[in-house]
């Protein structure tokens, strides 16, 4: 049985080192990018991911949400889950379907946005 893949997208080294290896513990495979840039590269390459979890700022001028644009056309079966510092009525409209976790959240939050 193949484990359910994430791509975890956080420019915050420490705190992605912290959720990816909780979510490893979960039963997930995490793949990790610190930025959009290079989550647009494992998204264009082989992995099929079940998951992509993105903070929505972030630095090399991709931000969470054009990640999403992207992932419905590379990545189209990924579901979605978008987190960040503000709250959602501070953001852009989010496009329909994706998962919106204001930070600080905790792991159980994260964990069962994967399962809605």
Known sequence: MTLPRILMVEDQSDLLAIISDALSGFGYQVFIAANGLEALELMRG??????IISDVSMPEGISGIDLVEHAARLQPQARFVLVSGYIKAQLPPLPE??????????????????KD
């Open 46 to 51: 082989d992995v099929r991911f079940d998951h």
């Open 97 to 114: 379907g994706v998962h919106f976790l204001p930070k600080p959240y905790r792991l159980g939050q994260l964990v069962q946005a994967l």
